[in-house]
């Protein structure tokens, strides 16, 4: 059974950077696709970027295009999310999840989560 357990997050300044990590443990991660997502305090959970499982392809959503990078790491069997010139607007809780298909957008079309890890920009 695959877990998942993110870790990296923290408070941070507007404009600083902060590298999330997705560890995972169970299953080898590269046979999945894995994403992160983010809640906001009353918001839905929504999608923040992918890496695939086939080539490792890249998909962003528009939020965080030119300023977040997602890649895995094989060896450590984890990914990770890059988050740069980082904005109020980019505090939320965030997840990574993962399903051994191939990218989506949405939250029913992940079978594994983890728990989350709280991410704060101050103004």
């Known amino acids: 059974q695959l877990q998942l357990v993110e870790s990296g997050g923290g408070l941070v300044q507007t404009g600083g950077s902060l590298r999330l990590s997705c560890a995972a443990s169970?299953?080898?991660?590269?046979?999945?696709?894995v994403a992160w997502f983010r809640q906001a305090p009353g918001k839905e959970r929504e999608a923040v970027s992918c890496?695939?499982?086939?080539?490792?392809?890249?998909y962003y959503k528009d939020a965080a295009a030119g300023r977040f990078t997602i890649s895995r790491d094989n060896a450590k069997n984890t990914v990770y999310l890059q988050m740069d010139s980082l904005l109020p607007e980019d505090t939320a809780e965030y997840y990574c999840?993962?399903?051994?298909?191939?990218?989506?957008?949405?939250?029913?079309?992940?079978?594994?989560w983890g728990q989350g890890t709280q991410v704060t920009v101050s103004k």
């Open positions: 999840a993962a399903d051994g298909r191939k990218c989506n957008w949405y939250t029913e079309g992940y079978d594994y």
């Open positions: 169970g299953a080898t991660l590269d046979q999945y696709a």
């Open positions: 890496i695939s499982r086939i080539d490792d392809s890249t």
